[in-house]
Every structure is written in structure tokens, then in C-alpha cells.
T-cell receptor, first 113, second 113 residues
Framework: AQSVAQPEDQVNVAEGNPLTVKCTYS??????LFWYVQYPNRGLQFLLK??????LVKGSYGFEAEFNKSQTSFHLKKPSALVSDSALYFCAVRDMGDDKIIFGKGTRLHILP | NAGVTQTPKFRILKIGQSMTLQCTQDMNHNYMYWYRQDPGMGLKLIYYSVGAGITDKGEVPNGYNVSRSTTEDFPLRLELAAPSQTSVYFCASRTKTGSSEQFFGPGTRLTVL
């Protein structure tokens, strides 16, 4: 069965600094990996995904994520944080041989002005 | 396109009451999902469907039922509401392309007293 771990409940970053939100996963086969963002009282919005190929994936709003197969990680990154990036971020995984999509518990990102 | 719509937005139930949470998508997506979101617990998959007439259990199916009679609709039924079902419920859909991301509805906030 697949699983996702987001080890940090909250990440605080000063505006303008680089940010990283961590995600590790476990699947029996090959993974599809996703990042979503949730603003208060809203549904989840898709940011980016890893399918196969290039380990560095670029997505919406300047975010990118690095896939590392040996460490089974898919960390979300952004070179320069904005206050408007403050939100709840979710990592999700789907095993290519399965239809279920499993989410992590989320990481709250606070960007400090 | 309206995307994924959910009704109602809010609901308060008494213990033992029943209700149906509605989910409709107008994107002709084959796959649909129901999740619940609890603080600090992330999203937990309740049920999912890969097409009309086909449903399957997710991580936390107890206390819920679903049906999928059409491609567009995927209602979630609570038969005997319990306080443990107090949560925010999200419906999502995606195409049958293996790597496709999910589109989420705005959510239903349910309180059971």
C-alpha cells in the first residue's frame, strides 16, 4: 500500500528566502507524485506533478519539486518566498498500478514579511 | 465549465440522522474520489470510483456509502451520523489518463452534534 509522510507540521520562512517543504513516499511500484496547495476555506489546487523523466519538475507560481528515487522523496521548493505563498501544502502519491491517490497530512507554510 | 461542485456547503446534523453529500462534475471525468479532512490529519480517502457503476473503498470507508449511477454524479451517504464524522468533505475528479491530477470541489463542512 502506498503512503506519504510530510514530517513538518509547519515551516516558517522569511520573505525573499528560499523555501523547502518536505515529502517522502512509499509505493510498491513506480510513483506518480503531486503537490497541492490549499488556501483558507477553499478546496485544493494542483501545483505540479512528477510522472517520469526529469527529476526537477516545475509548476505553478514559481514552485518546483525535486524527485529523488533513492531517498523516496519529492520535496517542494521555491527560490524566493512571497507572503502570498502562506498556505497549507499537501503531497500526494499514486502507485502506477493503483487507482487510489493518498495524501500526506499537510504542512502549513508561513512566510514572514 | 463549473468544474467540481459540492452541496451543501455547510450542514449540522444530530447524532443518528442521515444525509447525502452531493458531488457533480461537468468535465466528463471517469475517476471520482471522496476525502475527509481533519485538522492535523490531512486528507483521508473514503471511497473512489473509476466509472459509472464501479466503486471501491479507500482508507476510511466505515460509516459511509457511495453510488455512481452516472459519470457526472458521485454522492456520499452518511446513514447514522456520529460525532466522529464531523469533518470537511472534499470531492475530486480526474481523467482516466494515468498521470492526471485531481480537480477538487470547494468542500462541505459537516458538524455532527
Amino acid at each position: 500500500a502506498q503512503s506519504v509522510a510530510q514530517p513538518e507540521d509547519q515551516v516558517n520562512v522569511a520573505e525573499g528566502n528560499p523555501l523547502t517543504v518536505k515529502c517522502t513516499y512509499s509505493v510498491s511500484g513506480n510513483p506518480y507524485l503531486f503537490w497541492y496547495v490549499q488556501y483558507p476555506n477553499r478546496g485544493l489546487q494542483f501545483l505540479l506533478k512528477y510522472i517520469t523523466g526529469d527529476n526537477l519538475v516545475k509548476g505553478s507560481y514559481g514552485f518546483e519539486a525535486e524527485f529523488n528515487k533513492s531517498q523516496t522523496s519529492f520535496h517542494l521548493k521555491k527560490p524566493s518566498a512571497l507572503v502570498s505563498d502562506s498556505a497549507l501544502y499537501f503531497c500526494a502519491v499514486r502507485d502506477m498500478g493503483d487507482d487510489k491517490i493518498i495524501f500526506g497530512k499537510g504542512t502549513r507554510l508561513h512566510i514572514l514579511p | 465549465n463549473a468544474g467540481v461542485t459540492q452541496t451543501p456547503k455547510f450542514r449540522i446534523l444530530k447524532i443518528g440522522q442521515s444525509m447525502t453529500l452531493q458531488c457533480t462534475q461537468d468535465m466528463n471525468h471517469n475517476y471520482m474520489y471522496w476525502y475527509r479532512q481533519d485538522p492535523g490529519m490531512g486528507l483521508k480517502l473514503i471511497y473512489y470510483s473509476v466509472g459509472a457503476g464501479i466503486t471501491d473503498k479507500g482508507e476510511v470507508p466505515n460509516g459511509y456509502n457511495v453510488s455512481r449511477s452516472t459519470t457526472e454524479d458521485f454522492p456520499l451517504r452518511l446513514e447514522l451520523a456520529a460525532p466522529s464524522q464531523t469533518s470537511v468533505y472534499f470531492c475530486a475528479s480526474r481523467t482516466k489518463t494515468g498521470s492526471s491530477e485531481q480537480f477538487f470541489g470547494p468542500g462541505t463542512r459537516l458538524t455532527v452534534l
